[in-house]
């Protein structure tokens, strides 16, 4: 699908909290070199820089270890979504995110925001951070994968690296998770050519 349909600004909000906790919270590959995901008080740090502090939710952020383990798992499962999506798997990605959704009760519902003006959230006035975070998530993997835009979520096809990635492009053409991705393949292929012409 071309760049004919798009996320609106919520999802595309939720869909990088999303990438951003996957990238952080589990192991893996990361730009050429092994990944561990934090463990203890770097784990609540790397949530942090995953999911900032916008001012749009009401969700209470509490640095507590149950809290860090519960984005933990969610995030180890919405892995599983990007990488079935890839695979093609279209069937096991939409089975994940239904059972994501109902681990984290996600349920639609309009609050009044600081400003006065509705917004839309995908959890209770009173979840906790980790299944608001959570619900929220899943809600918005959800749309891309029934939304006919399963296709704009990605794991990076660099060598030696399984970070996701969600492709708001235009064209949807991306392949990678960062630049640095993509600046490291093609040094290694214009290597490769160079080698083979010498």
Same mark, same amino acid.
């Given at each position: 699908?071309? &760049?004919?349909?798009?996320?609106?600004?919520? %999802? @595309?909000?939720? $869909?990088? #909290? !999303?990438?951003?906790?996957?990238?952080? *919270?589990?192991?893996?590959?990361?730009?050429?070199?092994?990944?561990?995901?934090?463990?203890?008080?770097?784990?609540?740090?790397?949530?942090?820089?995953?999911?900032?502090?916008?001012?749009?939710?009401?969700?209470?952020?509490?640095?507590?270890?149950?809290?860090?383990?519960?984005?933990?798992?969610?995030?180890?499962?919405?892995?599983?979504?990007?990488?079935?999506?890839?695979? &093609?798997?279209?069937?096991?990605?939409?089975? %994940? @995110?239904?059972? $994501?959704? #109902? !681990?984290?009760?996600?349920?639609?519902? *309009?609050?009044?925001?600081?400003?006065?003006?509705?917004?839309?959230?995908?959890?209770?006035?009173?979840?906790?951070?980790?299944?608001?975070?959570?619900?929220?998530?899943?809600?918005?993997?959800?749309?891309?994968?029934?939304?006919?835009?399963?296709?704009?979520?990605?794991?990076?096809?660099?060598?030696?690296?399984?970070?996701?990635?969600?492709?708001?492009?235009?064209?949807?053409?991306?392949?990678?998770?960062?630049?640095?991705?993509?600046?490291?393949?093609?040094? !290694?292929?214009?290597?490769?050519?160079?080698?083979?012409?010498?």
């Amino acid at each position: 699908m071309t &760049g004919q349909v798009m996320f609106d600004s919520h %999802v @595309v909000a939720r $869909l990088e #909290h !999303a990438v951003a906790l996957v990238n952080a *919270l589990t192991d893996g590959e990361a730009r050429g070199r092994p990944y561990a995901a934090p463990g203890g008080t770097e784990r609540w740090a790397a949530i942090e820089a995953a999911v900032p502090q916008d001012g749009t939710s009401a969700l209470a952020r509490t640095a507590d270890g149950t809290q860090a383990e519960l984005l933990a798992e969610t995030a180890r499962r919405m892995r599983e979504v990007f990488e079935a999506v890839q695979a &093609g798997e279209l069937d096991v990605a939409a089975d %994940v @995110v239904n059972a $994501l959704l #109902h !681990a984290t009760s996600a349920r639609p519902r *309009l609050d009044r925001g600081a400003g006065g003006d509705w917004q839309l959230h995908f959890h209770g006035a009173n979840d906790s951070f980790a299944s608001g975070v959570g619900a929220s998530c899943a809600t918005a993997l959800a749309l891309a994968v029934g939304g006919g835009l399963a296709e704009r979520l990605g794991v990076c096809q660099a060598e030696r690296c399984d970070r996701v990635y969600t492709d708001t492009s235009r064209n949807g053409v991306r392949q990678f998770c960062s630049t640095a991705c993509q600046n490291r393949t093609k040094a !290694a292929a214009f290597r490769a050519r160079k080698g083979a012409a010498g």
